[in-house]
């Protein structure tokens, strides 16, 4: 499948709770992800969505099984590939915006570039470009503090494609906000993902913004389905 950007492969995680109860959050999961591509991931709290989307972010390490983004397994590769690849290739988004408060809309844009060595005009024409994009071109100049709950997320999103990934993993990205806001604020993070091109596989317990992406997988003892 020459079309295939991203693949998780038979991942299993196990934790131990107590002595001797062991609980399979991932057993033998698998899931692909084509080019361009979002897909929602639904399962009911506890069933281990964090964990399988921490996991596929690189942020965790499975027990068994591998993790491919263009055809290279990326949980074989050493600490220092595997920062570079979470740096470059994946964006992540979670639930609450987790934006640098000291730093302008911009800045938290712009920063995560400059750390992977573009220039401060590069960085902020980048982080112009996408806040603008997202429709936060006047408030590229604010702090989180000065911005809405939903002008935050969207600084997040834009944050997470700063580096032009090929992967965006989002965990409950309108969790917080209000439903008039989250349907906004999901056009924007849609819109920009469809423009780009990525694949996004996006976790969230809202069925009206699950059945506007491409597909739904869902997450039941450890297992994914098509839903």
Same mark, same amino acid.
């Given at each position: 499948? =020459?079309?295939? !950007?991203?693949?998780?492969r038979? &991942?299993?995680?196990?934790?131990?709770?107590? @002595?001797?109860?062991?609980?399979?959050?991932?057993? $033998?999961?698998?899931?692909?992800?084509?080019?361009? /591509?979002?897909?929602?991931?639904v399962?009911?709290?506890?069933? #281990? $969505?964090?964990?399988?989307?921490?996991?596929?972010?690189?942020?965790d390490?499975?027990?068994? +099984?591998? !993790?491919?983004?263009?055809?290279?397994?990326?949980?074989? $590769?050493?600490? /220092?590939?595997?920062?570079?690849?979470?740096?470059?290739?994946?964006?992540? !988004?979670?639930?609450?915006?987790h934006?640098?408060? /000291?730093?302008?809309?911009? /800045?938290?844009?712009? @920063?995560?570039?400059?750390?992977? +060595?573009? =220039?401060?005009?590069?960085?902020?024409?980048? *982080?112009?470009?996408?806040?603008?994009?997202?429709?936060?071109?006047?408030?590229?100049?604010?702090?989180? *503090?000065?911005? =809405?709950?939903?002008?935050?997320?969207?600084?997040a999103?834009c944050?997470?494609?700063?580096?032009?990934? =090929?992967?965006?993993?989002?965990?409950e990205?309108?969790?917080?906000?209000?439903?008039?806001?989250?349907?906004?604020?999901?056009?924007? &993070?849609?819109? !920009?993902?469809?423009?780009? +091109?990525?694949s996004? &596989?996006?976790?969230?317990?809202?069925?009206?913004?699950?059945?506007?992406m491409d597909? %739904? %997988?869902?997450?039941?003892? #450890?297992?994914?389905s098509?839903?």
């Open positions: 499948m =020459s079309d295939v !950007i991203f693949e998780l038979d &991942l299993r995680k196990t934790y131990n709770q107590g @002595l001797v109860n062991q609980v399979d959050v991932l057993a $033998k999961a698998n899931l692909t992800l084509k080019a361009g /591509e979002v897909v929602a991931l399962a009911p709290s506890g069933a #281990g $969505k964090s964990t399988l989307l921490h996991i596929a972010g690189l942020l390490a499975p027990d068994d +099984g591998d !993790i491919l983004l263009h055809g290279e397994i990326l949980n074989l $590769k050493n600490d /220092e590939r595997r920062t570079t690849i979470r740096r470059r290739d994946i964006g992540f !988004i979670y639930q609450f915006h934006l640098l408060p /000291e730093f302008t809309a911009a /800045e938290n844009v712009a @920063l995560p570039q400059m750390v992977d +060595g573009a =220039s401060r005009t590069e960085a902020y024409e980048r *982080a112009a470009m996408l806040l603008s994009k997202v429709g936060l071109a006047e408030r590229a100049n604010h702090r989180p *503090a000065e911005l =809405s709950g939903g002008e935050q997320q969207r600084v999103f944050r997470a494609l700063a580096n032009s990934p =090929s992967l965006l993993l989002a965990d990205p309108t969790g917080n906000l209000d439903q008039a806001t989250s349907h906004q604020v999901f056009d924007n &993070l849609l819109a !920009i993902v469809r423009d780009t +091109g990525l996004a &596989l996006i976790a969230t317990h809202n069925p009206n913004i699950a059945k506007r597909r %739904v %997988v869902s997450l039941n003892q #450890g297992v994914m098509q839903v």
